[in-house]
Antibody
Framework: EVQLVQSGAEVKKPGESLRISCKGS????????ITWVRQMPGKGLEWMGRIDPSDSYINYGPSFQGHVTISVDKSSSTAYLQWSSLKVSDTAMYYC???????????????WGQGTLVTVSS | SYELTQSPSVSVSPGQTASITCSGE??????VCWYQQKPGQSPVLVIYQNMKRPSGIPERFSGSNSGNTATLTISGTQAMDEADFFCQAWDRNTGVFGGGTKLTVL
């Protein structure tokens, strides 16, 4: 069974750094891209970016380029999303998802993590 | 940047057919996916490549894509189908979501 398990909820102050994780299991982790999606409170889904775990190639959504960093550790089948300096406006639920099929221009998001709630407040 | 537009809300009576639309420029040239999200839960893929259903998704969910509009149709809508639905497509290696449609079954 394909599973993506995300790290737990975080409460941070503005200016702090943060890294959240997404661990894949039940499939060959390096064969499928991982993507991150933001959902602000009461709002819709926003695509943040994706990473190819086989070579760490990344492309970011225009609204997120320069604001977050996506990375991966193949040895632990884990993808990461990190911030160097959080803002109150980063408060949201963050989901990771697997992109399927691999190596196509328009994959679907076929398996999702349970979400990580990030709260940034002074 | 590419945009997908959805109506904010759709209401349907139990047993009737619900249609949720998603519009975008030359959308028929792209593959559209649909995701269902119930309160407090992660999204679930219900339609991919315009009209295909993943394993485990009921047959009452179907999709189409023509011209500038993709449509998710739920036949014989059940109370359990009440949720937010999001369309999604790719444009120049960028993922794009519609704003979402809240389906109310009443």
């Amino acid at each position: 069974e394909v599973q993506l398990v995300q790290s737990g909820a975080e409460v941070k102050k503005p200016g702090e750094s943060l890294r959240i994780s997404c661990k894949g299991s039940g499939y060959s982790f390096t064969n499928y891209w991982i993507t991150w999606v933001r959902q602000m409170p009461g709002k819709g889904l926003e695509w943040m970016g994706r990473i190819d775990p086989s070579d760490s190639y990344i492309n970011y959504g225009p609204s997120f380029q320069g604001h977050v960093t996506i990375s991966v550790d193949k040895s632990s089948s884990t993808a990461y999303l990190q911030w160097s300096s959080l803002k109150v406006s980063d408060t949201a639920m963050y989901y990771c998802a697997r992109l399927n099929p691999p190596a196509v221009a328009d994959p679907n998001f076929d398996s999702w993590g349970q979400g990580t709630l990030v709260t940034v407040s002074s | 940047s590419y945009e997908l537009t959805q109506s904010p809300s759709v209401s349907v009576s139990p047993g009737q057919t619900a249609s949720i639309t998603c519009s975008g420029e030359k959308l028929e040239d792209k593959y559209v996916c649909w995701y269902q999200q119930k309160p407090g839960q992660s999204p679930v893929l219900v339609i991919y490549q315009n009209m295909k259903r993943p394993s485990g998704i009921p047959e009452r969910f179907s999709g189409s894509n023509s011209g500038n509009t993709a449509t998710l149709t739920i036949s014989g809508t059940q109370a359990m189908d009440e949720a937010d639905f999001f369309c999604q497509a790719w444009d120049r290696n960028t993922g794009v979501f519609g704003g979402g449609t809240k389906l109310t079954v009443l």
